[in-house]
């Protein structure tokens, strides 16, 4: 059954005090915008006839004409609304000031990757964007270090731009699912409470870089490809290269998705910021695991807007194997991991 639109739906949690009317009304501007991105995703492949030229962003990465579109998108609509003070996008170097020079005072603040997978968008693959909000409550003067860690955040979502564009969305009260009525331009209710299966049987992951793996994620990966049809073994893989789409998959499905460190991002390559947190966020409220091999990726102390952590989230049973790999415990011990 479909349910309320996310403005309903928004209105009724904060009835219910499970959000407060600002940070309900910035999911709101945020959710708008996505829509307009959402449109121009959409059109690409007309508007990229005339023009296709890329750019390189402040990580030294080959930046899409829509990345830098869709910051602007969402730039313009939380400036309108003036509920948040600043913008961190993992497309720009510089912390974005929301509040047009108005006195009044927000304390909030948003951490976004615009466009997420952008290197998909010329063969029509599925691409997204990644945000979270936390409560910013002194100064933003150290601009290198906005948040201590993930658990600051207050609210963490991403849209999907798929077969249909999608929003999941968690506040601390579970995960939820909405789904764009293209036809009325809205957001409705479609996957309430989303609950990430125990386990699960698909394991993603870029199989190319396995010579650079670290040891506990090769073993891991010939773990997955044993033959035990009675523990749903081998594993299927699927990898689609768009983190949003790998991610949402692997919480409506269950599985695993792995983004380790490499030869080449020997820190792993995902942001904290703006891809790992939230993500890990959505998947704890789900109840999945989110670690960067031996620590929650939620308790990462934040060192830079541009740290890059190693990533491996998804059915709680499957991310404990690989922790009991990196404690050196037997795979299958899946007694309750606590932080
Ligand atoms: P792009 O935005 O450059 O396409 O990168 C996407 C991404 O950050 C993330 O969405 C993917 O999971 C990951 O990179 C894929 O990286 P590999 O191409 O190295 O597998």
Redesign the pocket.
Known sequence: MIGNSLVQHMNAEVQADFISTDLAAIILDISSAAIVVSGIVNRNVFDSLNEDKQTINTHG??QHRLDIQAQDIFISYLKKSEKCKYLISEECDDIINLMNGNLQESVYSVCLDPL?????IDVNVSVGSIFSIFCQQRQLIDRWNPISSGQEQRVAGYFLYGTSTMLVLSYGHGVHGFTLDVNVKEFRLTHPYISLPKTGAIYAI?EGNTEDFPLQIRQYLAYCKQFDPENNLPYKSRYV????A?MHRTLLKGGIFL?PSTGMHTNG??RLLY?CNPMAYIIEQAGGLAIDGMRPILHIPVLNTHQTVPFIAGSYNMVKNVLNLYKNESINNHLYYSC
């Open positions: 990465e080959r997420d997978g952008s290197s998909n870029n290269g768009s983190m949003v790998d983004y390559k995902l891809e």
